[in-house]
């Protein structure tokens, strides 16, 4: 009788352990899980300000002085701008990309000899994503469910649905719609060598559309899963 008793706290003990223990367990399986939004992977809200700034330093310029003296103002303040988030250890690819795109941007300035020049590399870039996004949808692997399992790695299971992927495809024909109407408008502009107009339909049609498609795709991803989670066989989760 007393070893049963010496052996009840013992027991007690372990309980409270193996409690402990799964709590710890499930709250380092949250922090693996967590991974960042696409507003943290896109630099957060100030790097899509930050991000803004080149082309309004660019256009700002160019009707003040010119194209040339502009072309050096956009870079300038693309490079403070990379410096500026290394100096305070913020994530560097948004910067980087944001400076890549400049610096093509001001390479074909230089090679037009014309400010539109400017926006030429963005017009073409929003055709070849239209075209690619388009093309995902016709072969049944649309991009927006692609994109999305790719960088949260979830992998691909909702292929394995129809509705599931219907939804992929609502947001797929978003993002084809953003693409295609910048491409058209700014295309559009670039014909009528209006540089001002190309920097406000820049900004304009850049992140306020691209919030949009995002949030359909976020949409398509809930309503995917919530597919998914209705059609999974009874104690495969439990698995």
């Given at each position: 009788?007393?070893?049963?008793s ?8 372990s ?8 709590s ?9 899980t ?56 913020e ?26 020049g400017?926006?030429?590399?963005g ?6 994503y ?6 995902s949808?016709?072969v ?7 994109a999305?399992s790719a ?9 394995s ?12 024909l ?6 295609g ?37 976020v949409?398509a ?17 439990a698995?």
């Open positions: 009788m007393s070893t049963v010496r052996g009840l706290p013992t027991g007690k003990q309980g409270q352990t193996d409690a402990r223990d799964t710890d367990g499930a709250a380092d399986s949250r922090e693996q967590s991974q960042p939004t696409l507003l943290e992977q896109m630099g957060g809200v100030w790097g899509l300000v930050f991000s803004s700034v080149p082309i309004v330093v660019f256009v700002a310029v160019n009707a003040v002085f010119d194209w040339q003296p502009a072309i050096w103002s956009s870079v300038g303040v693309a490079v403070a701008i990379a410096v500026w988030r290394l100096v305070r250890k994530p560097l690819q948004p910067a980087i990309s944001g400076l890549l795109g400049i610096a093509i941007a001001a390479f074909i300035v230089l090679r037009t000899g014309s400010a539109r400017f926006f030429l590399f017009i073409w870039t929003s055709l070849v239209a075209g690619l996004f388009l093309l949808a016709l049944r692997w649309p991009l927006a469910g692609v999305w960088l949260n790695n979830t992998g691909f299971r909702w292929r649905d129809r509705v599931a992927t219907l939804y992929y495809d609502v947001a797929t978003v993002w084809i719609l953003v693409f109407s910048k491409f058209v408008v700014q295309n559009w502009l670039y014909g009528q060598d209006q540089v001002s107009l190309l920097g406000v339909a820049r900004i304009a049609m850049g992140y306020p559309l691209t919030a949009v498609a995002i949030a359909v795709t949409w991803v809930r309503k995917a899963d919530k597919r998914l989670a209705s059609i999974e066989p009874p104690g495969s989760a698995a």
